[in-house]
T-cell receptor, first 116, second 118 residues
Framework: DAKTTQPPSMDCAEGRAANLPCNHSTISGNEYVYWYRQIHSQGPQYIIH???NNETNEMASLIITEDRKSSTLILPHATLRDTAVYYC?????????????????FGKGTKLSVKP | KAGVTQTPRYLIKTRGQQVTLSCSPISGHRSVSWYQQTPGQGLQFLFEYFSETQRNKGNFPGRFSGRQFSNSRSEMNVSTLELGDSALYLCASSLASLAGVSGANVLTFGAGSRLTVL
C-alpha cells in the first residue's frame, strides 16, 4: 500500500518560507500526491496536488522530485494562521469496485508551528 | 457554493447506544467518504459511497455502516457504541469515486461531527 512519511513537527518564523517534506517512496506511476492541512478540530482543507510536475497555486507550491519518491510543500510567506497539521497523501487507485481496503491513507502529518 | 455540511456537530451518547451522522455533499459531487479521527490513530478511512453504492471500505468492524441517498446525501451509523468510538467523524465529497483508476480527485471535507461516548 502506498503510504507517506512526514516529520512529526516543524517550526517556522512568521514571514519566512515553510518547507514541509514528504517521503512517498512506494508511489506508483499514476498516483497523485495531495496536500491537506487541518487547523485544530476543523475538517482538513485541500491545499494542492500534483503528479509529476511542480505545481503552484495561491496557497502554496509543490515540488516533486524527478523519481517521484518525495515531495516538498512550500508556503512562501508563512503567517500565524498557517499553524496547522499538514498531511501529505498519496491516492492509489482501487482496481475493483467494492474493494475491502481503503485507498486513502493519512499519516500522522506534520504539525507546523509558525512563530512570531 | 455551499460546502460539505455535517450534522450534528456535537453529540454525546452512552455505551451500547447507536448513532447516525449525516453528511450533505457539495452540489454535483457524487462521492461521499467517511473518516474517523482520534488522537491515537489519526485520520482513518471508513468507507466511500458513490451513486448510492459502497465502493471502498476501510478496516472497521461491521458496527460501522453507511448509506447514500439518490441526492448524494450520506449517513453513517455506528451501533452498540463503545468508549473507543469517541472521535471526530469527518465526511468528504468529491466529483469522482475514490475508486477511479486515474485522474486527480480533490476531496472537500466537512467540519466534522464530534462524538463522545460515555
Amino acid at each position: 500500500d502506498a503510504k507517506t512519511t512526514q516529520p512529526p513537527s516543524m517550526d517556522c518564523a512568521e514571514g519566512r518560507a515553510a518547507n514541509l517534506p514528504c517521503n512517498h517512496s512506494t508511489i506508483s506511476g499514476n498516483e497523485y500526491v495531495y496536500w491537506y492541512r487541518q487547523i485544530h478540530s476543523q475538517g482538513p482543507q485541500y491545499i494542492i496536488h500534483g503528479l509529476k510536475n511542480n505545481e503552484t497555486n495561491e496557497m502554496a507550491s509543490l515540488i516533486i522530485t524527478e523519481d517521484r519518491k518525495s515531495s516538498t510543500l512550500i508556503l512562501p510567506h508563512a503567517t500565524l494562521r498557517d499553524t496547522a497539521v499538514y498531511y501529505c497523501i498519496v491516492r492509489f487507485p482501487q482496481r475493483n469496485y467494492g474493494g475491502s481496503q481503503g485507498n486513502l491513507i493519512f499519516g500522522k502529518g506534520t504539525k507546523l508551528s509558525v512563530k512570531p | 457554493k455551499a460546502g460539505v455540511t455535517q450534522t450534528p456537530r456535537y453529540l454525546i451518547k452512552t455505551r451500547g447506544q447507536q448513532v447516525t451522522l449525516s453528511c450533505s455533499p457539495i452540489s454535483g459531487h457524487r462521492s461521499v467518504s467517511w473518516y474517523q479521527q482520534t488522537p491515537g490513530q489519526g485520520l482513518q478511512f471508513l468507507f466511500e459511497y458513490f451513486s448510492e453504492t459502497q465502493r471502498n471500505k476501510g478496516n472497521f468492524p461491521g458496527r460501522f455502516s453507511g448509506r447514500q441517498f439518490s441526492n448524494s446525501r450520506s449517513e453513517m451509523n455506528v451501533s452498540t457504541l463503545e468508549l473507543g468510538d469517541s472521535a471526530l467523524y469527518l465526511c468528504a465529497s468529491s466529483l469522482a469515486s475514490l475508486a477511479g483508476v486515474s485522474g486527480a480527485n480533490v476531496l472537500t471535507f466537512g467540519a466534522g461531527s464530534r462524538l463522545t461516548v460515555l
